[in-house]
């Protein structure tokens, strides 16, 4: 879900993501033997693998939480430099995407590739804004 909400934010194609060329289906992961809708910690990972998938589980999560904050670090000392009309506009679709990564509370492990290139482009795309830029006064 998340990477569909920062494709449909950003204009930028999602490819499928892993779970689903897997096979796998949202009620595989999401829904505990009651039936009761759950968010996973890595231990539905283990349940179709071995147990290394919970590091990678907790690597994943973990690296987009760090590139999100480098990029909300970045956002803040962007916020301190005159923005044209455009700029603000791409700033705009980065804080969106951000706080829908944030929301989807996976950290981006459904599509993990997909989420953190576009981390990436957002990072070089903030500071690539930030470049050259004197601080407001």
Excluded at 22 to 30: E, I, K
Excluded at 80 to 106: C, F, H, N, Y
């Amino acid at each position: 879900v998340v990477q569909e909400a920062v494709a449909k934010q950003t204009g930028v194609t999602v490819p499928k993501d892993m779970m689903a060329e897997a096979g796998a289906s949202c009620p595989d992961c999401h829904l505990d033997k009651a039936k009761k809708v759950i968010r996973p910690d890595g231990g539905a990972c283990v349940a179709y693998h071995d147990e290394k998938y919970r590091a990678t589980y907790t690597e994943w999560r973990d690296g987009v939480r760090r590139r999100t904050d480098e990029a909300r670090s970045a956002l803040h000392v962007l916020y301190k430099k005159p923005l044209t009309d455009p700029e603000k506009a791409v700033v705009q679709k980065i804080e969106e995407a951000l706080r829908t990564i944030d929301l989807d509370g996976s950290s981006g492990v459904h599509n993990y590739i997909f989420i953190d290139e576009y981390l990436t482009k957002a990072i070089s795309s903030i500071k690539s804004l930030s470049n050259g830029k004197e601080e407001k006064k």
